[in-house]
């Protein structure tokens, strides 16, 4: 069976769709001729028809604007955002417009935002970021965030089918350092949106995270079982909202544990959230106080190696582990 890398999953993935679909519309900076910041798009453009891929003008609120207006009049529009740092630039086209257009109307806009995200790769303040806790509030908004690269598939095929809009979270540190086998017979799950998965079964600790930072999660998981014995169950959240809180309750049930993980700002970041409904729901089971980690408080820094202290590490997850299983 092929291998692809988490970026050709996701191309593979938009032009099947796109070719099944001739109302989907493909939005962006330098996506039709150029390819896109990380030739996401390249050559996409020659399967399609002509007015199916857009290349825009350097404005992130024009782009969802256009998106909106695009969905009004029945197209599906997929945005790509260069990087998600930019998101921002279209705070309120997002968060005022978008998000509360079905309370407004009762009518879907069925927009998949894609947003590259994340650091690890020394590109700095501007274009490091994971942006995704100024939208949780946002109600009417679902978030996703694919590691790997089979979810990488489901969850954009998810994003599509919905009918209403998804923030797609990809990691680009990912893109073509996450190869993985596909299956070109296998049906890839298209109703994944609130469904978390268990990524390493454990009894001691339930570590919750996502994203690219899953693979530092397994890496402690495995590290910390091979040399004291500890035994993490880590759950990849796939789904930020809906969030699987039924997943994350059964799991702390079972650990009294939990520790929860992410590459955003531990200040404001979506730990605090699911620590508070951990302790709403499961407060009687739990063994030990309930733990997060996240990037330091403070800009991303160009250098690899200051950047590394600003991110969450392996060694800081076992350090956080090993503290709390003795607790």
Request: charged residues 20%; negative net charge; aromatic residues 6%.
């Amino acid at each position: 069976m092929p291998h692809i890398t988490y970026l050709q999953a996701i191309q593979a993935t938009i032009l099947e769709e796109m070719k099944k679909k001739p109302q989907i519309i493909l939005l962006g900076q330098d996506i039709k001729t150029y390819g896109g910041a990380f030739k996401l798009t390249d050559n996409l453009a020659k399967h399609l028809t002509p007015n199916q891929i857009i290349d825009s003008p350097i404005s992130e609120t024009g782009m969802i604007g256009t998106a909106i207006g695009a969905a009004i009049t029945g197209l599906h529009p997929i945005v790509e955002i260069q990087f998600a740092d930019f998101l921002s630039c279209s705070f309120n086209q997002i968060t005022n417009l978008l998000a509360k257009f079905y309370f407004r109307t009762s009518k879907t806009l069925p927009i998949v935002i894609r947003a590259p995200a994340g650091g690890g790769l020394g590109l700095g303040p501007f274009h490091s970021q994971n942006p995704e806790p100024y939208y949780l509030p946002s109600a009417g908004i679902k978030i996703v965030c694919p590691s790997t690269v089979g979810d990488a598939i489901s969850l954009l095929k998810a994003a599509l089918h919905d009918g209403g809009p998804v923030i797609l979270i990809e990691y680009k540190k990912l893109y073509r350092n996450l190869k993985d086998e596909v299956h070109p017979d296998e049906s890839y799950q298209e109703d994944m949106l609130g469904k978390a998965c268990i990524r390493r079964a454990g009894s001691d600790i339930t570590l919750i995270t996502f994203g690219q930072l899953c693979n530092s999660a397994l890496e402690a998981a495995e590290q910390l079982y091979s040399e004291q014995g500890i035994s993490l169950e880590v759950i990849d959240l796939r789904s930020l909202v809906p969030l699987d809180i039924i997943t994350i309750t059964n799991s702390v049930k079972k650990t009294g544990k939990a520790i929860v993980v992410h590459e955003s700002p531990e200040s404001g970041g979506i730990g605090g959230e699911i620590c508070a409904r951990i302790n709403e729901c499961v407060f009687e089971f739990l063994d030990g106080p309930l733990l997060r980690i996240g990037a330091k408080n403070c800009p991303i820094p160009y250098n690899p190696e200051l950047e590394k202290l600003v991110l969450p590490s392996v060694s800081e997850i076992c350090k956080a582990a090993v503290w709390l299983a003795r607790y």
